[in-house]
T-cell receptor
Framework: EPEVTQTPSHQVTQMGQEVILRCVPI?????FYWYRQILGQKVEFLVS????????KSEIFDDQFSVERPDGSNFTLKIRSTKLEDSAMYFC?????????????FGEGSWLTVV | GENVEQHPSTLSVQEGDSAVIKCTYS??????FPWYKQELGKRPQLIID?????GEKKDQRIAVTLNKTAKHFSLHITETQPEDSAVYFC????????????FGKGTTLSVSS
């Protein structure tokens, strides 16, 4: 079964450093998402992306965050200047398209630790 | 925006018992309601979903019911097994391209044998 893949699986970074999390969505999928999950808490929506632009973003997704689809396969999340509270599991997800009823598939996640 | 409330936050049952998790949503335009199971350190995985034109859906030991008027939906797991132990999240979404899936806070289900 096709999977959403994410790298790195775990990253430790110094506060104030830039971080790029990478994702390869399922190949025929058109909609891409980033979610985050602080340890022990719920999965929170960050941003959705379609046709090379942001479709929707949450209040969490402020100017420190950006997304990009640099080529035909990768989808990246950049955090410009990390803060301690950015420590979380970041999940990339993708959906095939059509009606919203299509399943959203999640990657295994990238665990970010800011120290 | 959409807000999803989920109860209970923890649920402990004996193996073989049934478990019920309930969610309410705020956006009357939401019409897609999936349930995800998340094991420790793993990704959320879809276990069942329901659309607003359906009141109930069943898949083996798992069923989901939806009451659009009251804006609530529930997950029912029958004949629970220890491997059902996990965190379960409900979610809701509007029928619009690229729309966010908004999650509830999760229910930690523990099934003891």
């Amino acid at each position: 079964e096709p999977e959403v893949t994410q790298t790195p699986s775990h990253q430790v970074t110094q506060m104030g450093q830039e971080v790029i999390l990478r994702c390869v969505p399922i190949s025929n999928h058109l909609y891409f998402y980033w979610y985050r999950q602080i340890l022990g808490q719920k999965v929170e929506f960050l941003v959705s992306f379609y046709n090379n632009e942001i479709s929707e973003k949450s209040e969490i997704f402020d100017d420190q965050f950006s997304v990009e689809r640099p080529d035909g396969s990768n989808f990246t999340l950049k955090i410009r200047s990390t803060k301690l509270e950015d420590s979380a599991m970041y999940f990339c997800a993708s959906r095939e398209g059509g009606l919203v009823g299509n399943t959203i598939y999640f990657g295994e996640g990238s665990w970010l630790t800011v120290v | 925006g959409e807000n999803v409330e989920q109860h209970p936050s923890t649920l402990s049952v004996q193996e073989g018992d049934s478990a019920v998790i309930k969610c309410t949503y705020s956006d009357s335009a939401s019409n897609y309601f999936p349930w995800y199971k998340q094991e420790l350190g793993k990704r959320p995985q879809l276990i069942i979903d329901i659309r607003s034109n359906v009141g109930e859906k069943k898949d083996q030991r798992i069923a989901v019911t939806l009451n659009k008027t009251a804006k609530h939906f529930s997950l029912h797991i029958t004949e629970t097994q220890p491997e059902d132990s996990a965190v379960y999240f409900c979610a809701a979404s509007r029928n619009q391209a690229g729309t966010a899936l908004i999650f509830g806070k999760g229910t930690t289900l523990s099934v003891s044998s």
